[in-house]
């Protein structure tokens, strides 16, 4: 086998050239036009390609250094870069390892769009206590964006699955170019005189910097602050910010998003009306239980106050005092039943048969009054005399003195 002397392996190769490169090109600055771009949600590092007419470069902003950007990247977007070339070595692919980036003819609308950004919130434009409250269940959704646009399209998508029987009123604008912006106020302003929707939702889809700035227009911002009716601002992607997303009532990443939050899905809906119907039952049938006893205790004391009541407790009265009555008669009349009884027979004891049947006898004269005298009758005249058992006639022979 013949050997080769000095032979690299392609690892030694690559890490010469990335030595060289770095050594020889490196702190300068690149102009070309982003595409490709790639923003990594767990990292932070930004990958891109950097072009021109003829050729490209792949690039590499760590998220170091860009972390103090002051814009987005996106593609289309001519730039300025920053770095030093180097070579990734796994793939031998030759790369620009950004440290600075600057946007390139832009310049000035960055400028632009952060003096008016500042000054408007300064102002108290961006503040939240001037946001409106986004309806819960609209019955009409104002659009304000391109009839024939992507954009529109996508938001009556997701109203017509998430709640068909809301009303959809476009207003078709332009949203870039010479007279967008005005478009833009006017369609807010008719909206708003015409009180025709509930909460309008204003933007369009993704673009350059250049493509957005009808949203960054003062009078766009302004015409949103002044709007009677709630405005979601849904303008580009979600790494696009714009003026209008911070006048806005509320901002959604996308239109399709701002449908969603401005639509309230139909089955939820359901759910929630079959919710409250529980609830009201359950409420109701709570304050009938209340009522009725409310009524029980009222009846009851209109029993107790009823004329018909007190006369019955005038007559349950009555006859226990009957009672009463009845039970002191019975008493007074035994105990004078036995004083009665005691003096008649002390009284029989003492009369005329009594003192017969021990042995005396009652004179009675012819009249039949009892002689009780002597004087009553003359002498040689009868008498009779009444015996306990039987009787006899007797004369008055002669009268005999007391002593």
């Not at 030694?12 to 595409?35: H, Y």
């Not at 304000?144 to 009556?156: E, F, K, Q, V, W």
């Amino acid at each position: 086998m013949t050997e080769y002397p000095d032979c690299l392996t392609v690892s030694s190769l690559n890490t010469r050239i990335r030595n060289l490169l770095e050594n020889k090109i490196s702190d300068i600055w690149v102009r070309g036009e982003i595409s490709n771009f790639h923003h990594h949600p767990s990292s932070g590092h930004m990958y891109f390609t950097l072009k021109d007419g003829s050729s490209e470069l792949r690039c590499t902003m760590f998220r170091m250094n860009n972390l103090h950007l002051n814009f987005f990247p996106n593609d289309g977007m001519e730039v300025r870069l920053f770095g030093s070339v180097t070579i990734y070595e796994k793939r031998g692919q030759v790369q620009l390892k950004v440290s600075m980036m600057q946007p390139e003819g832009l310049g000035d609308l960055f400028k632009s769009f952060e003096a008016l950004k500042i000054s408007l919130e300064k102002e108290g434009l961006f503040d939240s206590e001037h946001k409106k409250e986004i309806p819960q269940f609209p019955k009409r959704i104002g659009i304000l964006t391109s009839g024939t646009s992507a954009a529109y399209r996508d938001i009556l998508n997701v109203l017509d699955r998430r709640a068909p029987h809301v009303e959809l009123l476009l207003c078709s604008v332009k949203v870039q170019g010479e007279g967008s912006a005005g478009e833009l106020v006017n369609g807010i302003d008719l909206f708003n005189k015409e009180c025709s929707a509930d909460v309008i939702i204003i933007g369009r889809g993704g673009g350059s910097i250049e493509d957005l700035w009808t949203f960054n227009e003062e009078s766009v911002a302004r015409a949103i602050f002044n709007s009677k009716i709630p405005i979601i601002s849904a303008v580009g992607h979600e790494t696009d910010y714009t003026i209008s997303d911070f006048v806005a009532d509320l901002r959604a990443p996308t239109p399709s998003a701002a449908a969603e939050l401005a639509g309230p899905l139909r089955e939820d809906l359901i759910l929630g009306l079959n919710n409250d119907k529980v609830r009201l039952i359950r409420s109701i049938h709570n304050q009938l239980e209340q009522r009725w006893l409310y009524l029980d205790q009222c009846g009851k004391r209109i029993s107790l106050q009823s004329p018909a009541r007190k006369i019955g407790m005038q007559i349950d009265a009555l006859r226990q005092m009957h009672q009463r009555l009845l039970l002191a008669f019975e008493k007074k009349h035994s105990f004078f039943y036995e004083r009665i009884k005691h003096l008649a027979k002390q009284l029989s004891s003492l009369g005329p048969n009594e003192v017969i049947s021990r042995g005396y006898a009652i004179p009675i004269d012819k009249g039949g009054k009892v002689i009780r005298s002597s004087d009553q009758i003359s002498l040689g005249e009868s008498f009779q005399l009444k015996m306990a058992k039987g009787g006899m006639v007797a004369k008055k022979t002669s009268d005999i003195n007391d002593t």
